[in-house]
């Protein structure tokens, strides 16, 4: 017995170990279509109209966002224009990648691959290089690559999975370029689990059909991104550190031709000129849309969406955000941390504060949070935290009772470590888990090869919008980052090999910041965010800023 | 994060510094409530990145220990200081040439300094994820590169143990190539994903795609709402 919990939360554990043996022998059934379409409209955070409203300027005007994007989305840059010499060019490269996850790693290894020389690349990143999402996704990536699935079949479970709002061209990539990418990973080294006659162990993912998702124990993404990086570290491509853009750089007919980039420790600015320029800065979850705690990456705070989207890139989906229904809710340290999908493939159920199952444990995403929140806020059948969050079960014992003694073990070690550092044994006990902002669904336009509408101009991964839709399945992402990833390595290497050097402005912000002031928008804010703050209130109310260090 | 009246305040010192802060939090979020805004020794936040390497050492406590600011709670009269940074050298090289089959031992030759361990476990019990780092250092050493790939495959690369070793061994760096060395060369690669590329070469599903690609939503919804669930793998 383990002594995490108190002990008005062990009464609810023991009427779920009541009923334990009984449901390791059923399953709920999956949610016909009527009923999870009314399901989300009443629960899920996305179908509440007074968490967004419309975009006041730019390319998308008129297109609904979260308020907490639209903060930002809607304030001037900051940077004044006027305090930048771009006269003196501190890189002068075939290719600039900003953000130095998943993507925009695999982008400048497949750039080398068209024959960009690394030393005309340089990947500029915020924080350090492999500090990413990519690498905090645990449970997998889909491949459809078994004799009974199909690129076919994945393509329509992740179509339906996404509500039909996905654009067709950028998933028929995703899913027909996916067996590719896998054969890659085989090729750089990436550990994948794999059965006795060394083919993969695939498991089934929420909204699959098929067992189509490929892992590296629960560190999935972790595994990819280091060997990714280290391949990069091989090749030498250079990676500034602690160095974001704040700004594109464009010319006088709006191609972006570089960007200006910011050393965080010295506040000193770059000027970095570039044939071609690839925004890979990820998500959003840092912004807290709604007030949910997020299981991302301290750094996923949108930078690119809104340096993109001033250079004139529109923006889709943004009113749809991606909330992870397993976040964790109990201990209060690990709030909002990610619980992987995969403790729901290999058997966990959720159930409710009186042990009963409510929902299948593998319906979309977006089903299964909604189904959480209705547990916990429509039938009041959640359980209650002593800082009053409130979590359903996640009953991870009942994996060992079906798959035997072991199986959370080996299959999840880092999810059982976390949980150990606070004194609960997931092995013995179930854990207490709630909806956490995940994944930003929509994202920059970007076209099969990953070109945005702005000449000069690509992006890749979290930062996109259209491959996913409105809701992306799980194992998708990882795919997501290896397959757009390589295409806009190939398309920005293949642009810069013809486009000549540009000419230097900052003119586009310009415009932007003139916009904004038509439109009457009036905010204290800047933007990008950059670092999110995290600071207690009580130090902030005193902070004085008297430049000692500027 | 809860700031209400009836929580208990403990003292931390960061650096020496003596801060007040309420019980309950990681090093990472004690920092912050303490007025900290981190650029470096932050990622991501949930223990996967090695951003956060803290040392510390708690009350009446003479040793020095080793963790994640972002997966550790603070104790009262904790002293720390964060290790955002390791300057260990890796060595370079071509995954293409690095076959097992061709070598006497590529880790051997590509880290000598392995031959150096002392065994005195210094690494293992600096590792904040319980990794047996000593162990596959020595695994390397007789050439075990499978081990030594399953035994550090749970590594975040925080560089804790190569700071600590006394014998400057880039334990780390070592696991990563021989992580990449079974990868490519040990684990065997799968036949029905070479199976599947050749379909895809010979062009097997584009006329099914296309046909799904060019659908109306109604369509599509008609085909996704009748598909059929495999239940096992």
Redesign the interface.
């Known amino acids: 017995m383990t002594d995490g919990y108190p002990r008005y939360m062990r009464e609810s554990i023991e009427k779920l170990e009541s009923t334990r043996e009984e449901r390791a022998k059923t399953t709920f059934e999956r949610m016909p279509?009527s009923e999870s379409d009314e399901l989300l409209k009443k629960y899920h955070p996305d179908y509440r109209e007074e968490g967004k409203r419309e975009i006041r300027v730019g390319a998308s005007k008129g297109e609904k966002a979260p308020l907490e994007l639209l903060r930002l989305l809607e304030a001037p840059s900051l940077i004044d224009p006027a305090d930048i010499d771009l006269g003196q060019v501190d890189y002068d490269l075939d290719l600039l990648i900003i953000g130095g996850g998943g993507a925009g790693t695999v982008a400048a290894l497949w750039a080398i691959g068209e024959g960009i020389s690394p030393e005309n690349i340089l990947i500029a990143t915020k924080?350090?290089h492999?500090?990413s999402n990519s690498?905090?996704a645990q449970g997998g990536i889909q491949?459809?690559?078994?004799?009974?699935?199909?690129?076919?079949?994945h393509?329509?479970?992740a179509?339906?999975g996404g509500h039909?709002t996905n654009v067709?061209?950028l998933l028929?990539a995703l899913?027909?370029d996916a067996?590719?990418l896998?054969?890659w990973?085989?090729?750089?080294?990436?550990?994948?689990d794999?059965d006795t006659d060394?083919?993969?162990?695939?498991?089934?993912g929420g909204g699959t059909?098929?067992?189509r998702m490929h892992s590296?124990?629960d560190?999935t993404?972790?595994?990819l991104m280091?060997?990714i990086r280290?391949?990069a570290?091989?090749q030498?491509v250079p990676v500034l550190e602690?160095a974001p853009a704040v700004e594109l750089l464009t010319d006088d007919h709006g191609s972006v031709t570089g960007a200006l980039i910011m050393n965080?420790?010295t506040n000193e600015y770059y000027v970095v000129r570039a044939r071609s320029t690839v925004l890979a800065t990820g998500g959003f979850g840092r912004l807290h849309v709604q007030s949910y705690p997020t299981?991302n990456?301290?750094g996923a705070t949108g930078d690119g969406l809104i340096m993109g989207y001033r250079a004139g890139v529109p923006l889709r989906d943004m009113d749809s955000v991606q909330y992870h229904p397993t976040g964790a809710a109990y201990p209060?340290?690990v709030l909002g941390?990610?619980v992987t999908e995969k403790v729901r493939s290999i058997g966990a159920q959720p159930i409710n504060v009186d042990g009963e199952m409510f929902v299948n444990p593998l319906e979309p995403r977006d089903v299964e949070a909604a189904a959480f929140i209705r547990e916990c806020y429509g039938r009041d059948k959640g359980i209650e935290t002593p800082?009053g969050m409130k979590g359903v079960w996640l009953d991870s014992p009942l994996i060992d009772v079906i798959k035997g003694e072991g199986t959370v073990a080996r299959n999840l070690?880092?999810m059982v470590?976390?949980y150990k550092?606070?004194n609960i044994d997931m092995t013995i006990d179930p854990i207490l888990v709630f909806p956490t902002l995940h994944y930003q669904n929509g994202g920059l336009a970007i076209d099969a090869q990953g070109a945005t509408p702005v000449s000069g101009l690509f992006a890749c991964g979290e930062v996109t919008g259209g491959v996913h839709g409105k809701n992306r399945l799980m194992g998708n992402s990882l795919l997501d980052f290896n397959v757009f990833g390589r295409r806009v390595g190939i398309s920005a290497a293949k642009h810069a090999s013809k486009a000549a050097p540009g000419k230097l402005t900052l003119n586009h912000v310009n415009s932007y910041q003139k916009a904004l002031e038509d439109a009457g928008v009036d905010t204290k804010e800047r933007s990008p965010l950059l670092?999110p703050?995290?600071?207690?209130?009580?130090?902030?109310e005193r902070?004085l800023d008297i430049g000692v260090f500027l | 994060m809860a700031e209400n009246k009836d929580e208990k305040m403990i003292d931390i010192y960061v650096m020496g510094r003596m801060y007040r802060v309420p019980e309950g939090l990681t090093i990472m979020t004690a920092l912050e409530y303490a007025g900290y805004k981190y650029v470096r020794g932050c990622g991501c936040r949930g223990g996967f990145c090695g951003a956060c390497s803290t040392v510390f050492r708690t009350k009446n406590e003479y040793k020095l220990r080793m963790d994640l600011a972002c997966q550790t709670a603070v104790e009262d009269g904790m002293f720390l200081v964060q290790l955002p940074f390791v300057p260990a050298v890796r060595t370079v090289f071509q995954i293409d040439k690095v076959d097992p089959e061709e070598h006497d031992n590529i880790l051997l030759e590509h880290y000598p300094e392995i031959a150096r361990c002392v065994s005195c476990n210094t690494c293992t019990k600096a590792c904040p994820q319980d990794i047996e780092v000593m162990d596959y250092v020595q695994a390397a050493l007789r050439g075990d590169i499978d081990r030594t790939a399953k035994l550090s495959f749970d590594c975040i690369q925080c560089g804790l143990c190569s700071i600590r070793c006394p014998a400057d061994i880039k334990h780390y760096h070592l696991a990563q190539e021989a992580r990449r060395i079974k990868g490519r060369y040990i684990d065997i690669h799968s036949q029905q994903l070479a199976h599947r590329i050749g379909e895809l070469h010979d062009g097997v599903y584009e006329e099914k795609m296309k046909e799904y690609v060019s659908m109306k939503k109604e369509d599509i919804k008609k085909v996704y709402d009748k598909r059929e669930f495999h239940k096992e793998g």
């Open positions: 279509a924080l350090r492999g500090d690498m905090m491949a459809a690559d078994k004799v009974e699935d199909s690129p076919v079949q393509y329509l479970d179509m339906g039909y067709p061209e028929e899913t027909m067996p590719r896998i054969r990973h085989e090729e750089l080294g990436i550990l994948y794999r060394s083919e993969f162990i695939e498991l089934p059909s098929r067992y590296s124990g560190y993404g972790m595994e280091r060997v280290d391949e570290r091989n030498d602690f965080l420790e299981s990456h301290y209060d340290q941390l990610l800082t070690p880092a470590r976390q550092r606070f670092i703050e995290y600071r207690g209130k009580k130090v902030l902070h």
